[in-house]
């Protein structure tokens, strides 16, 4: 079988791809390096450098001809897309629809595209599951959630089967330490270099986080299952910024205490998600607990 990804080069993306190649998957990447990293594409699989707004994409699907599309490639900067909306939907709407437009003309049967937790807001109830009511607060997430409505447009009026892959937030080796995410990247980077972390407001804020690893199979398991609909890709696990902060500093036996500074405008308190549905549909459930991840992902840095 043959996986398309998008974005193919990016963190989370780069191990799906690593996964898919470890399971026979015949695998193209499409990433245009504006994020993306030569260094994280995985040597079997086949590198096409284009914008997934070009309309390139189209040669290269039909000679690829996919059965699969990861459609990953897209704006992920909250700040970025409250700055220039206009290129915030050119990238997250007008490119999404040139792939789904390409999937549709060259017999894809199926598109896994990652949604974001930007869609929900601050949350009226916690754990986060599939029905919570959406409260978009900024242009990225008004964006990232307009690809789930044409999602299922096309599944109706074309029959491409989709599944939605809502992940709390993903950690792990590969991530970038120089977007406005990526706590645990900035964390180990900081602690490694002996300099000292920056907190925002009292570091009492809870997430959710996943190991990019646990990620990667849920989109093994997408591809194998005959399911489709929206799930949430997550650990179901309370885990506030200091005490993430202390696993890292533990990690790395220094005496660093993190400086705090005010909190940022517009920043969740408290944001946690449940895997029921996953689990009970498609068998999937993380298998890395925060201090195997953790572990991993420091001696990634240390390297």
């Given at each position: 079988m043959k996986v398309l990804i998008t974005g193919g080069a990016g963190f989370i993306s780069s191990h799906i791809a690593d996964l898919l190649i470890e399971n026979n998957y015949d695998v193209c990447v499409i990433d245009?390096?504006?994020?993306?990293?030569?260094?994280?594409?995985n040597p079997k699989a086949k590198f096409y450098n284009v914008d997934i707004r070009d309309k390139e994409i189209f040669d290269i699907f039909e000679k690829e001809k996919p059965d699969v599309v990861i459609h990953n490639a897209a704006q992920i900067s909250v700040f970025s897309s409250v700055k220039d909306p206009l290129e915030d939907a050119s990238l997250n709407i007008i490119g999404a629809i040139n792939i789904l437009e390409a999937s549709r003309q060259f017999g894809v049967?199926?598109?896994?595209?990652?949604a974001s937790a930007a869609i929900f807001g601050e949350p009226e109830y916690l754990p986060i599951d599939e029905k919570h009511p959406l409260n978009m607060i900024s242009p990225y997430g008004v964006s990232k959630h307009t690809?789930?409505?044409y999602l299922g447009v096309y599944k109706k009026l074309y029959n491409i089967?989709?599944?939605i892959l809502r992940y709390s937030n993903v950690y792990g080796p590969r991530q970038d330490s120089s977007g406005e995410g990526g706590v645990v990247s900035i964390f180990c980077e900081k602690l490694?270099?002996?300099q000292t972390p920056?907190?925002?407001?009292?570091?009492?804020?809870?997430?959710?986080?996943?190991?990019?690893?646990d990620v990667?199979?849920?989109?093994?398991?997408?591809?194998?299952s005959n399911r489709g609909g929206i799930f949430n890709v997550c650990t179901n696990t309370k885990m506030t910024v200091n005490n993430l902060?202390?696993?890292?500093?533990?990690?790395?036996?220094?005496?660093?205490?993190p400086g705090y500074v005010k909190e940022r405008d517009g920043d969740i308190r408290s944001s946690y998600m449940t895997y029921d549905k996953i689990a009970n549909e498609i068998g999937w459930s993380p298998e890395y607990s925060i201090q195997t991840g953790l572990k991993e992902t420091f001696e990634y840095y240390c390297d």
């Open positions: 245009n390096l504006s994020h993306g990293k030569l260094q994280n594409l049967k199926k598109i896994i595209y990652p690809v789930e409505h089967d989709y599944m490694i270099n002996g920056c907190i925002y407001g009292d570091g009492e804020q809870i997430r959710d986080f996943v190991y990019v690893k990667a199979k849920a989109n093994l398991m997408a591809i194998e902060f202390g696993y890292i500093r533990d990690l790395t036996r220094k005496d660093i205490r």
